[in-house]
T-cell receptor, first 117, second 113 residues
Framework: GAGVSQSPSNKVTEKGKDVELRCDPI?????LYWYRQSLGQGLEFLIY????????KSGLPSDRFSAERTGGSVSTLTIQRTQQEDSAVYLC???????????????FGPGTRLTVL | QQQVKQSPQSLIVQKGGISIINCAYE??????FPWYQQFPGKGPALLIA?????SEKKEGRFTISFNKSAKQFSLHIMDSQPGDSATYFC????????????FGTGTRLQVTL
């Protein structure tokens, strides 16, 4: 079956513009995660969805960042008034269920490389 | 505060050699420790994982060693191959909580001929 897909694969934008990044999780996966990977850094957790609700938004770096998930499936990460420090690869992952023994298997998409000029 | 520390940052190993990557964690609530492999332009992919009730897990050429008292775990790649050249991330997760992965900073492995 299809894995996690993300679009666009690359996004170049000008400082101050808004961007939307999309994630299509594996069908049936109830948990969805967004991470950010900056050059030379590890992966930084941003937000986690269980169904359409986001119990943990603790990783969002500022109020310019927001995310939503609809229909328990597709998720959109929105960055408003982008800054150069937002340049990174944004990765989405999904897992069958959050919590308990199945929470460990997170499947990652290929990421969206965001460049803010 | 970095909760998972990973070393080395980069590693060069000859074909057929053993690659060893080390990680240490601080949060005793972590109860699952996966390793991810990432090739350029791709998302991380789960390679192998261990729970703290065992001290070692082996899958093919990949072995995780786990030391609960020291809060350390390591990945050993036996008979390293050029195709193993990638970035490796250790991670930790507390499956009883929100289940977000906490990653190490990654190790770029290059296996030379």
């Amino acid at each position: 079956g299809a894995g996690v897909s993300q679009s666009p694969s690359n996004k170049v934008t000008e400082k101050g513009k808004d961007v939307e990044l999309r994630c299509d999780p594996i069908s049936g996966h109830t948990a969805l995660y967004w991470y950010r990977q900056s050059l030379g850094q590890g992966l930084e957790f941003l937000i986690y969805f269980q169904g359409n609700s986001a119990p943990d938004k603790s990783g969002l770096p500022s109020d310019r960042f927001s995310a939503e998930r609809t229909g328990g499936s597709v998720s959109t990460l929105t960055i408003q008034r982008t800054q150069q420090e937002d340049s990174a690869v944004y990765l989405c992952a999904s897992s069958p269920i959050a919590g308990g023994v199945f929470a460990d298997t997170q499947y990652f998409g290929p990421g969206t490389r965001l460049t803010v000029l | 505060q970095q909760q998972v520390k990973q070393s080395p940052q980069s590693l060069i190993v000859q074909k057929g050699g053993i690659s060893i990557i080390n990680c240490a964690y601080e949060n005793t609530a972590f109860d699952y420790f996966p390793w991810y492999q990432q090739f350029p332009g791709k998302g991380p992919a789960l390679l192998i994982a261990i729970r703290p009730d065992v001290s070692e897990k082996k899958e093919g050429r990949f072995t995780i060693s786990f030391n609960k008292s020291a809060k350390q775990f390591s990945l050993h790649i036996m008979d390293s191959q050029p195709g193993d050249s990638a970035t490796y991330f250790c991670a930790a997760i507390g499956t009883g909580t929100a289940s977000k992965l906490t990653f190490g900073t990654g190790t770029r492995l290059q296996v030379t001929l």
